[in-house]
């Protein structure tokens, strides 16, 4: 099955740096990537999400970039703010998502964010 | 509307009880999904239910058991829990058409005493 790699497990930033959590996947034929932030006692939030047949995607502050020859994506945040402080976590979806894989998102393991003011 | 809905909020049982956790979308979504999530971990799926039937169990307890009544509705039976079901239970959904967004609901906390 799929196995997806997330690092670093914590980050720390300055206000206004960048941040960058990067992961890897083992299955070649995942096609979707999702990113998620999840706040303290808050519920996943879905933030930027990448197909394999793209290389790039953008939302203001956030991208993700995706690598398929080399199985890893990541996330950017550039100008960082407190309220970016959160758990985040990339999941990839498997290809063959017949009945019996759809919706059979596998996770990494998170990246605690703490953005100092 | 992006909102999945989730009651109750929180939830306190005994090892003896039964109860049920449920789950609530209204935008046509056709798979359902129910996550258990331990603190500083990863949601970890357990069920996944598209056009009402079950699709996928995580060979997940007996002691859970799900149902989906309808396709806005999704449950979770509770029954003869241990202290180590203790967790946030988390209900996603998607379209179930192509597109594999999935929305997560705000989740119910479990303490299993």
């Known amino acids: 099955g799929e196995n997806v790699e997330q690092h670093p497990s914590t980050l720390s930033v300055q206000e206004g740096d960048s941040a960058v959590i990067k992961c890897t996947y083992s299955d070649s034929a995942s096609n979707y990537f999702p990113w998620y932030k999840q706040e303290l006692g808050k519920r996943p939030q879905l933030i930027i999400d990448i197909r394999s047949n793209v290389g790039e995607k953008k939302d203001q502050r956030i991208a993700v970039t995706l690598n398929k020859t080399a199985k890893h994506f990541s996330l950017h945040i550039t100008e960082t703010q407190p309220e970016d402080s959160a758990v985040y976590f990339c999941?990839?979806?498997?290809?063959?998502?017949?009945?019996?894989?759809?919706?059979?998102?596998?996770f990494g393991q998170g990246t605690i964010l703490t953005v100092h003011p | 509307d992006t909102e999945v809905t989730q009651t109750p909020k929180h939830l306190v049982m005994g090892m003896t009880n039964k109860k049920s956790l449920k789950c609530e979308q209204h935008m046509g979504h056709r798979a359902m999904y129910w996550y258990k999530q331990k603190a500083k971990k990863p949601p970890e799926l357990m069920f996944v239910y598209s056009y009402e039937k079950l699709s996928i169990n995580e060979s997940v307890p007996s002691r859970f058991s799900p149902e989906c009544p309808n396709s806005s509705l999704l449950n979770l039976h509770l029954h003869a829990l241990q202290p180590e079901d203790s967790a946030l239970y988390l209900c996603a959904s998607s379209s179930n058409r192509g597109f594999y967004e999935q929305y997560f609901g705000p989740g119910t906390r479990l303490t299993v005493t």
């Open positions: 999941a990839a979806h498997p290809g063959n998502a017949g009945g019996t894989s759809y919706g059979k998102l596998t």
